[in-house]
């Protein structure tokens, strides 16, 4: 039976893994030519990856207004025609981005933007509703997301969206914005085995909200990745927030860091993105991880865990052991 999650105080149901539709955009480009993007795409493989993600049991899918500058939306709406009832569609707003250049053109946290993106976002989905609508400014002030509070509870009133939440890692921000918002009912925050955030964890605990981890396998590190990605994807020019890569190469700290708790995490057979994600499933049953998958072959080897369900107690506590005693010998280094 597959794993379900409910999405904190909205009562929406949805898988407990989701599929992150970021890479699935293409290639979009920063203001001064740096990769915002996962490189080329094939669209028609992308298509299958979704349709094979759905015959899994997955629900949710996550996708931005800006990844590959709507070329995402565009084709996950393509892929859901005649099964949106099948679907939980989130989406995000507050980075521009120009369709025909590809690029991105700066962030908008402005009420009218919100609406707007919306909009623009709902005709390249091709439904007339998103299941969840969620601010997509990581560090914006909490004061500036607290303007949008009246604007996103006017949009669930008019049925254009079920809920809405916050993509930002910062707890305190997070914790203000769903005090305000009624229907603000998931944080997507980075989390994954490597970076823990138990704060933003007490935060939804606190408010009843679900917890949609981005990054859930670090950017493909958990995936065993070793091989160099080339210079249109984000990891092969990789900004400053982006540790798991160096150069387009797997970072050698964190590399190490995942061959000391490889054992721990396949220790019942499964692979190691596998025990990631069955280690952020055992994590909180607030737990949503959106790994992101382009090929059919990665949505098999990802949702296969939602056959397998959380990594085993034991497993766990071992996992929290190693990394305690790694934590420990950094901080004596």
Same mark, same amino acid.
Request: proline letters at 5%; hydrophobic letters at 40%; aromatic letters at 6%.
């Given at each position: 039976?597959?794993?379900?999650?409910?999405?904190?105080?909205s009562?929406?149901?949805?898988?407990?893994?989701?599929?992150?539709?970021?890479?699935?955009?293409?290639?979009?480009? %920063? =203001?001064?030519?740096? #990769?915002? %993007?996962?490189?080329?795409?094939?669209?028609?493989?992308?298509?299958?990856?979704?349709?094979?993600?759905?015959?899994?049991?997955?629900?949710?899918?996550?996708?931005?207004?800006?990844y590959?500058?709507?070329?995402?939306?565009?084709v996950?709406?393509?892929?859901?025609?005649?099964?949106?009832?099948?679907?939980?569609?989130?989406?995000k707003?507050?980075?521009?981005?120009?369709?025909?250049?590809?690029?991105?053109?700066?962030?908008?946290?402005?009420?009218?933007?919100?609406?707007?993106?919306?909009?623009?976002?709902?005709?390249?989905?091709g439904?007339?509703?998103?299941?969840?609508?969620?601010l997509?400014?990581?560090?914006?002030?909490?004061?500036?997301?607290?303007?949008?509070?009246?604007?996103? =509870?006017?949009?669930?009133?008019?049925?254009?969206?079920?809920?809405?939440?916050?993509?930002?890692?910062?707890?305190?921000?997070?914790?203000?914005?769903?005090?305000?918002?009624?229907?603000?009912?998931?944080?997507?925050?980075?989390?994954? +085995?490597l970076?823990?955030?138990?704060?933003?964890?007490? +935060?939804?605990?606190?408010?009843?909200?679900?917890?949609?981890?981005?990054?859930?396998?670090?950017?493909?590190?958990?995936?065993?990745?070793?091989?160099?990605? %080339?210079?249109?994807?984000?990891? %092969? +020019?990789? #900004?400053?927030?982006?540790?798991?890569?160096?150069?387009?190469?797997p970072?050698?700290?964190?590399s190490?860091?995942?061959a000391?708790?490889?054992?721990?995490?396949?220790?019942?057979?499964?692979?190691?993105a596998?025990?990631?994600?069955?280690?952020?499933?055992?994590?909180?049953?607030?737990?949503?991880?959106? #790994?992101?998958?382009?090929?059919?072959?990665?949505?098999?080897?990802?949702?296969?865990?939602?056959?397998?369900?959380?990594?085993?107690?034991?497993?766990?506590? =071992?996992? =929290?052991?190693?990394?305690?005693?790694l934590r420990?010998?950094?901080?004596?280094?």
């Open positions: 039976m597959t794993m379900t999650r409910t999405l904190g105080r009562g929406i149901e949805a898988s407990a893994l989701g599929m992150g539709c970021w890479a699935i955009g293409g290639p979009l480009w %920063g =203001e001064g030519g740096e #990769p915002f %993007g996962w490189g080329e795409v094939d669209d028609d493989e992308s298509t299958r990856t979704i349709h094979r993600a759905l015959d899994l049991g997955v629900t949710l899918f996550d996708t931005a207004s800006n590959g500058a709507g070329h995402s939306e565009r996950l709406g393509r892929a859901l025609a005649g099964r949106r009832d099948r679907a939980v569609i989130a989406t707003f507050g980075n521009r981005s120009d369709e025909a250049t590809r690029r991105w053109t700066g962030t908008d946290a402005s009420p009218t933007y919100a609406v707007a993106s919306l909009e623009e976002s709902l005709r390249r989905l439904t007339d509703h998103v299941d969840l609508y969620q997509h400014i990581n560090d914006l002030p909490a004061s500036a997301a607290l303007d949008l509070v009246d604007t996103l =509870e006017g949009l669930v009133t008019q049925g254009k969206i079920r809920a809405y939440g916050w993509s930002t890692d910062n707890p305190a921000s997070a914790r203000t914005f769903a005090e305000a918002g009624p229907h603000c009912t998931a944080i997507q925050h980075d989390e994954s +085995v970076k823990d955030n138990p704060e933003m964890f007490a +935060v939804c605990d606190a408010l009843d909200l679900a917890s949609l981890n981005r990054g859930p396998l670090a950017m493909g590190l958990l995936t065993g990745a070793k091989r160099a990605v %080339g210079a249109d994807d984000v990891r %092969g +020019v990789a #900004p400053e927030w982006l540790v798991w890569f160096t150069d387009g190469r970072t050698p700290e964190w190490a860091r995942v000391e708790i490889r054992e721990a995490l396949t220790v019942d057979g499964r692979t190691l596998q025990g990631a994600l069955g280690w952020l499933l055992a994590r909180s049953p607030r737990t949503v991880p959106i #790994p992101g998958c382009r090929t059919v072959a990665q949505a098999e080897e990802n949702y296969a865990t939602l056959a397998l369900g959380p990594l085993p107690d034991d497993a766990f506590s =071992e996992v =929290e052991r190693v990394l305690a005693d420990g010998a950094t901080a004596r280094s």
